[in-house]
Nanobody, 121 residues
Framework: VQLQASGGGLVQNGGSLRLSCAAS????????MGWFRQAPGKEREFVAA????????YYADSLKGRFTISRDNAKNTTYLQMNSLKPEDTAVYYC???????????????WGQGTQVTVSS
């Protein structure tokens, strides 16, 4: 499966962005989808994941209440709604597809190219 992340950009402190991850190739609805982020000089960290059906979601504890993951299997797209953004949310955001809802990058088989999110203070 090929993944294309989009929707990043520059936003002010407290603002919102919605990232999208469009999938093509093999059956999108059979994959768990995840979002990770990586800031300069830091390891890639888990943000959120969603089951193939969209019923079950998982979040990094520090992001609960501000970020929401969703998916539209008819459109082969996963979304990450990010609200109340802070400067520390600045990172490259990656979407990923895999078979299990893991919180580690190794749990995912396919990765998008990443989209830059910059939150100004």
């Amino acid at each position: 499966v090929q993944l294309q992340a989009s929707g990043g950009g520059l936003v002010q402190n407290g603002g919102s962005l919605r990232l999208s991850c469009a999938a093509s190739g093999r059956t999108f609805s059979s994959y768990v989808m995840g979002w990770f982020r990586q800031a300069p000089g830091k390891e890639r960290e888990f943000v959120a994941a969603i089951s193939w059906s969209g019923v079950v979601t998982y979040y990094a504890d520090s992001l609960k209440g501000r970020f929401t993951i969703s998916r539209d299997n008819a459109k082969n797209t996963t979304y990450l709604q990010m609200n109340s953004l802070k400067p520390e949310d600045t990172a490259v955001y990656y979407c990923a597809a895999g078979g299990v809802p893991g919180t580690y990058p190794d749990a995912y088989d396919y990765w998008g190219q990443g989209t830059q999110v910059t939150v100004s203070s």
